[in-house]
């Protein structure tokens, strides 16, 4: 199972996306989009950290019985100051959103080390990879406020 996660920003909006790959499929199996509003309101990290939270989200909906089963999850993230930030327990922006991401993952890999069923993967930007330039694609629909499938947990109450 990969999942790519990103975020864009264009003509003034932002939002953060997250797509869903099994085995060796061409097309992702699932797809989330989530649009966080005006860019002058939301960072570039905390966009990054939710689409992180969207992949959790994601993996447990849909990856956690194969993860239970034995089968590896790999999380594409381009942003290499998000994965610093899940490596540490110091405050820093977006935190919380990173702190629920822990949350939901030791709930998903609670038979066993979280080591053994996911890992983190840092991917180049524009790689020219199939799920990085799909997940790039996602990403710009989301900034121009194209959303789908808003998780209840991103949800504004």
Request: charged fraction near 25%; proline fraction near 4%; include cysteine.
């Amino acid at each position: 199972i990969q999942i790519y996660t990103d975020r864009s920003g264009y003509k003034g909006g932002i939002g953060a996306a997250v797509v869903l790959y099994k085995g060796n499929n061409l097309q992702p199996s699932k797809v989330l989009r989530y649009h966080l509003g005006k860019e002058d309101s939301h960072s570039t990290h905390k966009a990054e950290a939710v689409g992180t939270v969207m992949a959790t989200y994601m993996a447990v909906l849909t990856g956690a019985s194969a993860m239970e089963g034995g089968e590896k999850l790999t999380l594409y993230i381009d942003c290499q100051s998000v994965i610093q930030s899940l490596e540490s327990t110091k405050p820093g922006p977006a935190q919380y959103l990173l702190n629920k991401f822990h949350r939901i993952m030791d709930t998903a890999c609670n038979k066993g080390p979280r080591e053994k069923k996911m890992e983190i993967q840092w991917i180049s930007a524009h790689s020219k990879v199939e799920g990085n330039e799909c997940i790039d694609r996602e990403a710009k629909l989301t900034a121009k406020g194209i959303h789908n499938n808003t998780p209840a947990l991103l949800r504004p109450r």
